[in-house]
């Protein structure tokens, strides 16, 4: 054993190591059907335990993955997300009322005479239920992008509310004096602003490969680097260069661009999450006590969003996806050792906790769908009586094909069915500006998720009219819960969805599919038609053939 210890304490970060090290875990995490970010955590957890150490090389990595995911939730976002109450109102009714009643419970367990507890004063208590009111933004969409389910209306309520939480957090870090802005900080705000249309006509110029992705890297770094030499916090500054260029159609290929190379590098901010863990008994079992809030966390989130017209499912979903602490909260732990309010060991205490947390909600994301099945009939007891825009009913009338998903493959099957069909073709999309912008154009196209049961709800019974669903999602997981969801729903006639790989065909007819599209094997086929057709007229066409 103390030969493995030696060999696992000599391990230099600047070797490779590391990565066959995360593999490892992250591979038998997900043959256990969890995300991979759990393995990485874990194999940090256990390098720290055998002696390990991170070193400058992977907290660089992890500072890079942070940056570029913020830059990439920029490049999705449009601030009028967070202007709508159940985000902005929902993340902070649930800031205080966490915070309040953390404190409470810490102050009760500090009569317990535990170590570190029996020394800490109300201010303590405050700055400790603070750091656990945040949830965490990397964890989130993690999840989200490893369930295709990034686009999904109760993705979109999560990273709106976790944004305006890191809004909070950086109005605590410039109160606590830890990191007051420059005066220079509006003026670089204003100063990037004025640059947006210089920002943009660059993004447009700058192709399709390897300029587009280093014009992302250089927007991501350049915001982070403003943002720290104004004294704000840099990941901010990525955030809000993102948030700059959303605008324009060429964000969503940037942010695909990007994509890899931040999971890569967010391979290092898990790792470096783990290893800096030291554990000693009684800072294990103070992690574990606060764990106990999470329950409480999930329960106000549920309560805040349904009294805001949320449905149960949405709620349920965005409930989950925030039960779990935040890297915020190990900065405003630091923040609060280096002030003197908090002993150092509470550093170890809050990293032990957010390392737990994650592993305790990987799971419970994972299967939120049969979770929220399992108890639906008791959750939607809750629901609020008046529905969201977005939750009103949808009347397909005498519609006989129905597109989910208008995103490039579904706004071209929509209008070849529109040329056969006329107006009997009806399409469905997640994403408000795309259905603002299909509906502009004339096309008669509604907002609801095809994956998620509730929505066939709001449609109503199965008209007899409807021969054809076509799932044109933007992934396999989303096309195959849709699938089952429209089985589920009474929907007896044709469904033909879109694949990318051929081990993705069985699911498929599984879940109810009749008919598959390989994008990819089938896209040359479709371009050789279409060159006969438009080379060769009709009777040349014949005469070739012959």
């Known amino acids: 054993m103390d030969t493995l210890v030696s060999l696992f304490a000599s391990i230099n970060y600047h070797d490779p ?14 043959q ?23 070193g400058e090389f992977l907290d660089i990595m992890a500072d890079i993955g942070v ?14 997300q967070l202007l709508r109450p159940e985000v902005w109102a929902t993340a902070t009714l649930h800031l205080i009322a966490l915070t309040l009643s953390s404190a409470i419970f810490i102050i009760l367990l500090s009569v317990s005479g535990l170590p570190l507890l029996k020394d800490l004063d109300y201010n303590a ?14 964890f ?17 309520v999560s990273i709106g509310i976790l944004i305006v939480q890191d809004i909070a957090a950086v109005v605590f870090l410039a109160t606590s004096a830890a990191k007051l802005p420059s005066p220079w900080a509006a003026a670089a705000i204003i100063g990037l602003i004025a640059l947006k249309p210089v920002l943009i006509a660059l993004l447009k110029r700058a192709g399709h490969g390897e300029l587009l992705l280093l014009y992302g890297l250089l927007l991501a770094s350049g915001g982070y680097a403003l943002f720290e030499l104004v004294s704000l916090k840099g990941d901010l500054g990525a955030l809000f ?11 969503s290929e940037l942010a695909k ?33 606060l764990i106990t809030i999470i329950p409480l966390k999930a329960l106000l989130f549920f309560l805040f969003l349904t009294r805001l017209k949320l449905r149960t499912r949405m709620a349920t979903f965005t409930s989950l996806a925030l039960s779990n602490f935040s890297e915020f909260g190990l900065i405003v732990t630091a923040i609060g050792v280096a002030k003197g309010w908090l002993s150092n060991d509470w550093l170890a205490v809050m990293a032990i906790a957010v390392v737990m947390s994650f592993i305790l909600a990987s799971p419970l994301n994972v299967k939120n769908g049969a979770i929220y099945a399992r108890y639906k009939a008791w959750l939607h007891k809750l629901e609020h009586s008046k529905r969201l825009e977005a939750d009103s009913t949808i009347n397909l009338g005498r519609t006989k094909a129905l597109v989910c998903g208008m995103g490039r493959v579904g706004h071209g099957a929509y209008e070849q069915l529109h040329r056969s069909l006329g107006d009997y073709v009806v399409g469905i999309d997640t994403q408000t500006e795309k259905i603002n912008a299909h509906q502009q154009a004339g096309r008669k196209v509604f907002n609801g998720d095809a994956s998620n049961p509730d929505f066939w709800l709001r449609v109503g019974r199965v008209k007899p009219e409807l021969e054809t669903v076509l799932l044109c999602l933007p992934n396999h997981p989303t096309n195959l819960r849709a699938a089952t969801a429209i089985r589920d729903w009474g929907f007896t006639g044709h469904i033909a969805a879109i694949t990318k790989y051929e081990d993705e065909i069985p699911e498929l007819m599984e879940a109810g599919v009749n008919s598959t599209f390989n994008i990819y094997a089938e896209v040359g086929t479709g371009f050789a038609e279409n060159v006969l057709e438009q080379a060769y007229p009709p009777e040349e066409n014949t005469s070739v053939s012959g």
């Open 125 to 138: 208590a405050l700055i400790l239920a603070f750091a656990l009111s945040f949830s965490s933004t990397v």
């Open 67 to 80: 940056t570029l995911l913020l830059f990439s939730i920029g490049l999705k976002l449009h601030i009028r």
């Open 241 to 251: 260069l993102g948030i700059l260029v959303a605008s324009h159609p060429k964000a």
């Open 32 to 54: 256990i059907g969890l995300p991979p970010l759990v393995g990485f955590l874990i194999a940090g957890f256990t390098l720290n335990l055998l002696g390990a150490q991170g």
């Open 17 to 30: 190591a590391w990565i066959g090290i995360a593999y490892v875990f992250g591979f038998v995490v997900w």
């Open 257 to 289: 661009s990007l994509l890899s190379l931040k999971d890569l590098f967010l391979v290092g901010f898990f790792l470096s999450i783990g290893i800096a863990v030291t554990p000693t008994v009684d800072t294990v079992l103070i992690a574990l006590l």
């Open 140 to 156: 989130a969409v993690k999840v989200f992008e490893d369930k295709g389910e990034m686009g999904s209306p109760y993705a979109k």
